[in-house]
């Protein structure tokens, strides 16, 4: 159940949240901005550069008519949750994706190549009120969820493509190979969280390379113009290609 202008962020499967224990999402200044430059170097040859960014900003807070000294309760029996949000996030990402390439075109061959770089973080910090979640049946005490307080964690990633491709036209026949590179490399930098109610401050070193995948996915298209008059065509194509992956993903190697 969800009340209008509320929503739950629970870590305990819960199917209701009364409003008090709902958050309040908050959003940061999120825009895309955009570089581009290009440039016809001469009557067959073209450059073109681009840099794009994104930033993701964020915020799940606590409700303001929370008591700052409420504990998030879950009564396990009718699946609810009171008092307070067991949790609280800031959320805060950026992505820049650098691109550039270059073409060449004669009479019957268009050969192209380039190159992108997206690289970006993400990252998440925590709150539990009071360190603890208090478990309940039907409003009987039952136990208690200890939290490490604070908490988050933050991943960062580069993801490395170069490729060649060629569009080659003779008679009616138009072929379109290519081949591109990929490479994808997934860390985690050095990181801190202050001292909680039931730990020490802590520290944990840097995970480099967590993720290292290179693939090469060659790419093949063609075209044959039947009558030669442009109106009707059979075409075809194998090709291999990457499926775009996120930065968390590499917290399913941790």
């Known amino acids: 159940i969800k009340w209008r202008g509320h929503r739950p962020n629970n870590w305990i499967g819960a199917s209701i949240n009364e409003p008090i224990s709902s958050v309040v999402q908050t959003t940061g200044l999120n825009y895309i901005g955009q570089f581009k430059w290009s440039s016809p170097i001469s009557d067959r040859l073209l450059a073109e550069a681009s840099v794009f960014t994104l930033p993701v900003n964020y915020n799940l807070s606590f409700q303001p008519d929370a008591a700052p000294d409420a504990i998030a309760t879950f009564d396990q029996i009718r699946s609810v949750f009171s008092g307070v949000s067991p949790r609280q996030d800031i959320n805060t990402a950026r992505m820049w994706t650098y691109a550039g390439f270059v ?150 190697f941790c």
């Open 103 to 252: 073409s060449y075109v004669t009479g019957a061959h268009n050969v192209k190549a380039g190159m992108q770089v997206r690289r970006g973080f993400s990252q998440e910090l925590f709150e539990t009120r009071g360190d603890i979640v208090q478990i309940v049946s039907n409003g009987v005490p039952n136990s208690v969820r200890l939290v490490n307080n604070p908490s988050g964690h933050k991943e960062e990633g580069v993801n490395t493509g170069i490729y060649v491709q060629d569009s080659w036209t003779f008679g009616r026949v138009t072929l379109n190979p290519g081949v591109r590179y990929e490479r994808f490399v997934m860390s985690i930098p050095a990181q801190s969280a202050g001292a909680g109610r039931w730990v020490p401050a802590r520290e944990f070193p840097a995970q480099e390379n967590i993720v290292n995948w290179n693939t090469l996915s060659p790419r093949f298209g063609m075209s044959w113009d039947l009558f030669g008059d442009g109106r009707t065509a059979v075409k075809g194509g194998l090709s291999r290609y990457d499926r775009l992956a996120g930065i968390t993903i590499v917290l399913f």
